[in-house]
């Protein structure tokens, strides 16, 4: 918890010892109201008394009462201020984190945990440091001063007071005992929640599409009647603490009423009214101890589940980074362009299998480099390893003759153009999508995108949307095809204009011929560049410079189509398997 409040600003700090002056002060005026009520009674009771005198007292107490209120209405906006603009901070250390994490960390974390932690665990540290910051600074400073103000005044009503604080502490402290530990199981089922939701979200289509919707509805009713019970237990058990409170307040009330008619029954002359104006001040100044001590019990009941939340958002922001960035900003070359593997075998964190084994392969300038291999043979792994999602295990990753890990990830990311295996698409504009990220060059021009998209095939489709270039993609492009996003995902890295481009079966979704006539294009438009091309389809890399043959994460052949042909059996039974004798025969003329 204390770590996450280093994340104070100077501003909030100032603005933090603002409210415990404003506290104080709203202390001392709710102190100062009851002594002008034991004025104003002694004042009734006296013979003689000038009405002006109740009256000037009287307007001291709503002078006092009003100050406070200015206070209290100060101080909750400078709370609730502080308090958002810290969880502001803390979301967004949380997502720059998030970010700055490899696969291999973000994988610890489930997407639905992830959320949970970036939203609800954030509001519940931001509730506590709202509410914290009144409660807890107010209530110890209320229950000293009010017991300095009665201290001397009845053994017996402070003894009465003390009681009342210790059976309710007592209350509190078996509530916590029951209901703290259920704070964490809250939080990790709405985890599960939120993954399940986003899930069901996600395969929509498959869900329809299989009659899964009853299934789907039972796992989600299953968690969320698990979450239900767990919540109405702590709610249930949190229930009984409010008219707990009001009994036991109203009991000592009573209590020191009854107490103080026996004190004033015995005794005599003056010293009854004294006793009279004590009782009244004496019950006011009772009420603000109890309340402070019950404040203090309602913070100690928010603060472990904020604890456990503050637990949860630190887990992540102290996660280390396994992939270390390096120092160089731009490689000092002479082999620009070029993608060298030097003897790479890679596997998963605790996995105890290899999915690469001594890979070795060169890729220069203008070159075009192809993997192909059957489902599971390590092809889109291999690829990763480029821009860094993951570090090798053994060997090493050239770029320009540089380590990848010695370059810095700005520098690294601007040599590379990736188009991932799932086509992503952002919540914007076919531009911002095209447009997306920095490579360092500037601001990409209109023509550079429009350009982009005509490489990519993509002209005809885009024309016809509603505001063409400006047309709205939803999240996850889930308006357009598959075809459509695989091409706006290939025009957004050849507009990034890059030394290096990655394609990891980004044309799957593509017919034949818009394949062909894409591959045409940016053959053309990238001969200066080096291109890296993950595919299951042979057509797609026939005319590849050099073509990758991968088999259970190892090269088991490397050459031309026509070579491969001749000496890899496993490129051979792909070829067949896909093209017939007459067009294998033709591709390798």
């Not at 910051?133 to 201290?151: E, G, L, N, S």
């Not at 698990?226 to 603490?241: H, K, M, N, P, W």
Request: with cysteine.
């Amino acid at each position: 918890m204390f770590k996450l409040f280093r994340s104070f600003r100077l501003r909030d700090v100032l603005l933090i010892l603002l409210a415990i002056v404003l506290i104080c002060a709203q202390v001392w005026l709710d102190l100062k109201i009851p002594d002008f009520m034991s004025e104003i009674t002694r004042l009734v009771q006296t013979p003689g008394s000038e009405i002006a005198e109740i009256l000037k007292n009287g307007a001291l107490m709503l002078a006092c009462a009003f100050g406070s209120l200015i206070s209290a209405v100060i101080v909750g906006y400078l709370a609730a201020n502080i308090s958002a603009s810290f969880s502001k901070v803390i979301r967004k250390k949380v997502f720059k984190k998030v970010e700055s994490l490899s696969m291999a960390e973000v994988k610890k974390f489930s997407v639905g945990s992830l959320i949970t932690r970036t939203t609800n665990d954030i509001t519940q540290v931001e509730m506590l440091v709202s509410m914290g910051m009144q409660m807890m600074i107010k209530a110890p400073i209320t229950a000293v001063w009010a017991i300095t103000k009665i201290v001397n005044k009845s053994w017996e009503w402070s003894t009465a007071t003390a009681v009342t604080v210790v059976i309710l502490l007592s209350i509190v402290a078996v509530l916590m005992v029951l209901v703290v530990p259920r704070f964490k199981i809250i939080q990790r089922l709405t985890d599960k929640l939120n993954s399940l939701t986003r899930e069901n979200i996600t395969g929509i289509r498959v869900v329809r599409a299989f009659n899964a919707e009853s299934y789907q509805q039972r796992k989600f009713e299953n968690r969320n009647d698990e979450l239900t019970r767990v919540q109405i237990f702590s709610q249930r058990a949190l229930s009984i603490l409010s008219p707990t409170i009001f009994f036991f307040m109203h009991s000592l009330t009573l209590a020191i009423y009854v107490i103080g008619t026996f004190l004033i029954d015995h005794a005599e002359g003056p010293a009854k009214l004294t006793l009279f104006s004590n009782m009244i001040v004496f019950s006011s100044y009772a009420m603000q101890v109890v309340m402070s001590f019950l404040m203090l019990a309602v913070i100690f009941m928010m603060v472990p589940r904020a604890q456990v939340s503050a637990a949860r958002i630190n887990e992540v922001l102290n996660t280390e980074q396994s992939i270390k960035e390096g120092t160089i900003e731009v490689g000092k070359t002479n082999q620009p362009g070029t993608v060298e593997f030097k003897n790479v075998s890679f596997k998963y964190p605790d996995a105890k299998e290899y999915i690469l084994e001594n890979i070795s392969f060169k890729a220069t300038k203008g070159q075009t480099v192809a993997f192909i291999g059957s489902t599971g043979s390590g092809k889109s792994t291999l690829i990763n390893l480029i821009p860094r999602f993951y570090d090798t295990t053994a060997g090493e990753v050239l770029i320009d003759g540089v380590n990848v890990k010695d370059y810095t990830f700005k520098s690294l990311y601007n040599k590379l153009g990736y188009v991932p295996q799932k086509a992503v698409m952002f919540d914007d504009t076919v531009t911002a999508n095209v447009a997306f990220g920095d490579n360092g060059k500037g601001k990409k021009t209109a023509k550079q995108i429009t350009d982009a998209i005509k490489i990519a095939q993509g002209t005809n489709f885009v024309e016809k949307l509603d505001k063409t270039y400006f047309a709205h993609i939803a999240q996850g492009g889930t308006n357009i095809s598959g075809g459509q996003k695989q091409r706006l995902a290939i025009a957004r890295a050849i507009a990034r204009d890059p030394e290096i481009y990655i394609f990891d079966d980004s044309f799957s979704a593509l017919d034949y011929k818009t394949d062909a006539t894409l591959r045409k294009a940016l053959k053309a438009y990238t001969k200066d560049a080096t291109s890296l091309i993950v595919a299951q389809r042979i057509g797609t890399i026939m005319s590849a410079d050099q073509i990758i043959v991968l088999d259970s994460g190892k090269c088991v052949g490397k050459g031309t189509h026509q070579e491969l042909l001749k000496s890899c059996k496993v490129y051979q039974e792909i070829a067949k398997s896909q093209l017939s004798e007459d067009e294998l025969m033709k591709g390798a003329a």
